[in-house]
């Protein structure tokens, strides 16, 4: 039977006196609450079975508790206060960073501060050698632990440390069809022959890079493409930081030599890639899966895309990996306000009946509404457009 934050947690008088070890599952218990893990996009049209967490109801129920949030809240607050004192070495640093995100949590997020957040997706797979994987009715959990940084309102730059809602909808699509990304391993070609390359533009805090490496690891597809790699790429300083600790954070080690993957966070300037004479590795060589998830929110961005995927984006007949021709997988809100952005899409990528030979084409489109928790504790809806784009 689960019990509430007052009288689950040690005394607040006892913190001090406490082990890192015991402070950590006090954390890992308030994370639960405050921060539990987040289903991807909340997607209408899903129906598959997920796992319900234990007393997840119950955590509803206190995490709303007007007391029990501000007995967290002050619990909290003094374990910074006490970790905060003398030499703090990186085991009790860890504990003030993630005791800090759920102070962040508990106040809202309007209250700045780094936020620690866990997803889930499910993925079907007949079988794999990953070990610690979790299964459901056949599915397999895909789990990624993303650090968000806070928005400063003097920092547009900082709007890509969050991790936005089209990020959730394509690493979902990823998860339960990976076999529509070529993710899947295919026994039509020679293994040796095979060279997968992923990218990922305007990465954000990485979650579809990650997402996308951990499936092709539990569907066996890494271990049979040698050098397959995924790489995520971001403009701004703080930014890109940020992704490469998440990178580091989800690929700590455990991976065996036959699921290891290449996953790696670079620079990348849309505006100036495309005139670059000598790009450097890992972007010197074109890729057969290119992702992006939230990236149009100014009029240029969609021809800068469009310059980069000239070069970025493998041509089928030039293809390593032949599961499939290369794509292009954009996921974009459809926001009223960003009308204009979200329309240069298709004023910028011909329709399949309207492009030319050898002509970035949008192959497909298909809208997703996802449901999303409105400002009043209603449920609103937020519509994304899903584009396939590849060569003609």
């Known amino acids: 039977m689960a019990i509430p934050p007052s009288a689950c947690l040690p005394p607040i008088k006892t913190i001090a006196s406490q082990s890192c070890l015991v402070l950590h599952d006090c954390l890992s218990y308030l994370r639960q609450i ?66 800090a995100s759920l102070l962040a949590a508990c106040a809202g997020t309007a209250s700045a501060g780094t936020v620690v957040r866990d997803y889930s997706f499910f993925t079907p797979v007949c079988g794999t050698d990953a070990v610690n994987v979790k299964v459901k009715d056949g599915l397999h959990e895909v789990c990624a632990s993303l650090t968000d940084i806070a928005l400063d309102n003097d920092d547009f730059s900082s709007v ?52 996308a490496a951990k499936v092709l690891q539990l ?35 455990s991976e065996t030599d036959s699921t290891r993957i290449d996953i790696s966070a670079h620079f990348l300037d849309w505006s100036l890639f495309p005139i670059d004479p000598s790009p450097a590795a890992p972007l010197d060589d074109p890729f057969d ?29 030039k293809a390593a990996y032949t599961q499939r021709d290369p794509r292009f997988h954009l996921v974009i809100p459809l926001r009223p306000f960003f009308a204009a952005e979200s329309n240069s899409i298709e004023c910028v990528f011909p329709s399949i009946q309207d492009c030319r030979p050898g002509e970035l084409t949008i192959y497909a489109k298909e809208t997703i509404v996802c449901d999303a928790d409105d400002v009043d504790g209603g449920q609103a809806e937020v519509v994304y457009a899903y584009y396939q784009i590849g060569w003609a």
């Not at 295919?186 to 990922?200: C, K, P």
């Open 34 to 99: 405050y921060t539990p893990p987040v289903r991807g996009s909340k997607r209408r049209d899903i129906h598959i079975p997920l796992p319900i967490l234990n007393d997840q109801g119950v955590y509803d129920e206190w995490r709303s508790d007007a007391f029990e949030k501000a007995y967290s809240i002050r619990w909290l607050t003094v374990l910074i206060s006490q970790m905060d004192k003398g030499d703090v070495d990186a085991e009790r640093s860890e504990l003030i960073q993630t005791a």
């Open 289 to 317: 899966i290119v992702l992006g998830a939230d990236i149009v929110y100014e009029s240029e961005h969609a021809a800068w895309i469009r310059s980069c995927l000239e070069r970025l984006l493998a041509r089928p007949a």
């Open 160 to 211: 890509g440390a969050q991790t936005w809602g089209g990020a959730c909808v394509l690493a979902e699509a990823i998860a339960l069809h990976p076999e529509h990304f070529g993710l899947t391993r295919d026994t039509t070609v020679d293994d040796a022959s095979r060279r997968l390359r992923i990218l990922e533009l305007g990465a954000g805090t990485g979650l579809v890079s990650i997402v």
């Open 219 to 253: 569907q066996g597809a890494a271990a049979h493409c040698p050098g397959a790699c995924v790489v995520a790429t971001d403009f701004y300083p703080s930014v890109l930081a940020n992704l490469d600790k998440n990178i580091r954070a989800n690929f700590a080690g």
